[in-house]
């Protein structure tokens, strides 16, 4: 394979080493690899946060630094939820301390957030 072959299939990974409180994300750009850094603070270590604002989503310390404002559409520690059942005893347990608003999906009884 010629190195453009292999440099047009190398713009296409991404990595995310995703955390409980922080995240790392990675991409490869031009055979380099390059961390995506925070816009608020140009970090390359993320909170693992996620906020619905007026129409934009936020990510990082910017959500961080609105979640009290938009407690009820900012997401943080739910890695441990991820491919849990809806009525999973740990689930049910972060429900009561979310603002967010946790659902079940009716096709497959996972845990769906909504925002």
């Known amino acids: 394979m010629g190195d453009s072959k292999r440099d047009s299939i190398a713009e296409k990974w991404m990595g995310i080493d995703l955390g409980t409180i922080y995240s790392c994300i990675g ?10 850094a925070d816009k608020a603070d140009g970090s390359r270590i993320i909170p693992s946060m996620v906020c619905y604002k007026e129409k934009e989503w936020l990510y990082g310390n910017s959500a961080k630094n609105n979640m ?24 049910q347990n972060d429900i009561k301390d979310w603002q967010v608003k946790i659902i079940e999906d009716p096709k497959n009884k996972k845990t769906t957030i909504c925002y």
């Open 68 to 91: 009290i404002q938009y407690a009820e559409s900012t997401m943080f520690e739910s890695k441990r939820l991820i491919g849990l059942k809806y009525n999973n005893k740990k689930v």
């Open 27 to 36: 991409i490869i750009r031009k055979s380099q690899i390059e961390i995506v």
